[in-house]
């Protein structure tokens, strides 16, 4: 394919979209977002599952390229997460296997073929057909068929629209380096309208890119919906950016910790918790930062309790207040939580308890309020195995889990 020919390649849009091409630039790609069939598994799963509009993809996974051995596309191929073998088992275009042609495109621009694989199935819903029209599979990730006009031959074939698409979103990442924006105009941080009238504000480049190549919400909560449901099917997870672990709560949710260059150079730790990008590796999507760490506690209070935006928090440490939080049958509110160092001998100079409070630099310690009285909280905090607690005042005690501790009952 001429790659010179792709920046100017369109894809089709939706009628309902048609009334608002007139604002977008016709250099863009555009795409419908989903097969146009109100019957298709990909317009089904349109609303299927709860969705961040600003972070529909992490750049981990975007960009992992060796994700999957054309072997195991192909078995993907076979055995399907709609019950079904997929039409692109058997599909040969420009004398390679459909799975070939995902291979070729993801190893060539460096874009994961889970990635590709859900393109196909939002678009022409290859992956839960057996069967399909060849215009279906000749155009099917929509390049080159721009709106109310005829599809070029030029993208006609399934082995040219994996490699379209591919292309497509390498350009779309390419041109975010040092803060750019892609060919429309999106980029990570900037808000940007969409189509269907939602302002969203990239939190990831493959995000934007995702935006640029379809700039509907709706097509990119389906997007996300599919990825999920395939990335589920064949157990797959990105890679961990800086070697970071995956943290499961007691409510059963895990999150995957992030280097934060800012937060390291100031901390003992490497590996943090960032409320912007909380993705869950065992559910295969992103939470937003109210989600429940626990049955009484959400994310969102320890990181508003905390001196940083990316913070450390142990699940050891949520169990613990979940547990005090059932014994004392009191509300329990975070009052200080997650603190640097040096935030930390900051405290220290206004009161000496706050330098025996070391789990606060570690997501270890933690100080809270409750209803019942502090004698009562520090007795369920030692209950409830903590390694430290005790009175700050009369409306606040610091809970630890940290090890060694200091005890409790320390006043």
């Avoid at 940083?308 to 547990?323: D, I, K, M, S």
Wanted: aromatic content about 6%.
């Amino acid at each position: 394919m001429d790659r010179n020919l792709l920046s100017g390649a369109r894809m089709r849009v939706s009628k309902r979209a048609r009334r608002c091409a007139r604002w977008v630039p016709l250099c863009l790609l555009l795409t419908a977002g989903c097969a146009d069939d109100a019957n298709d598994v990909g317009v089904q799963e349109a609303e299927s599952r709860s969705f961040r509009r600003d972070l529909v993809l992490l750049d981990e996974a975007l960009t992992d390229h060796d994700a999957l051995t054309v072997t195991q596309i192909q078995a993907f191929l076979e055995e399907t997460p709609y019950g079904n073998r997929s039409v692109l088992a058997d599909h040969v275009s420009g004398g390679v296997t459909a799975a070939q042609a995902i291979a070729d495109a993801a190893s060539t621009f460096r874009i994961n073929p889970v990635a590709i694989l859900t393109r196909a199935q939002m678009e022409q819903s290859l992956i839960g057909k057996s069967a399909a029209s060849n215009f279906a599979l000749n155009h099917a990730m929509g390049c080159g068929c721009p709106d109310g006009n005829g599809c070029s031959s030029q993208y006609r074939g399934f082995h040219k629209q994996a490699e379209c698409m591919a292309s497509l979103m390498r350009q779309y990442l390419d041109a975010q380096a040092d803060g750019g924006t892609t060919v429309a105009g999106w980029g990570m941080g900037r808000p940007r309208r969409t189509l269907d009238g939602y302002t969203v504000v990239p939190q990831t480049k493959a995000t934007a890119a995702l935006y640029t190549y379809t700039p509907w919400v709706a097509s990119n909560r389906a997007h996300a919906s599919i990825w999920s449901r395939i990335a589920s099917h064949l157990d797959y997870d990105p890679p961990a950016p800086g070697d970071c672990p995956a943290l499961t709560f007691p409510s059963g949710v895990a999150l995957q910790l992030r280097p934060v260059d800012a937060l390291a150079n100031s901390s003992d730790l490497s590996c943090f918790l960032d409320p912007g990008l909380l993705y869950d590796p065992e559910a295969h999507v992103v939470h937003p930062s109210s989600v429940k760490l626990a049955n009484n506690f959400r994310l969102s209070e320890f990181g508003a309790a905390s001196d940083t935006t990316a913070f450390a928090l142990e699940p050891g440490l949520v169990q613990t207040l979940q547990t005090m939080r059932e014994q004392l049958a009191r509300s329990i509110s975070i009052d200080t939580g997650f603190t640097t160092p040096d935030g930390l001998s900051a405290s220290c100079a206004t009161d000496e308890l706050f330098c025996q409070a070391e789990g606060l630099t570690r997501g270890e310690g933690i100080f809270i309020r409750s209803g019942a009285p502090s004698t009562d909280v520090v007795a369920a905090a030692a209950e409830a195995g903590a390694t430290s607690c005790f009175r700050l005042d009369d409306d606040r005690v610091y809970v630890g889990i940290e090890s060694p501790g200091v005890g409790c009952g320390i006043d």
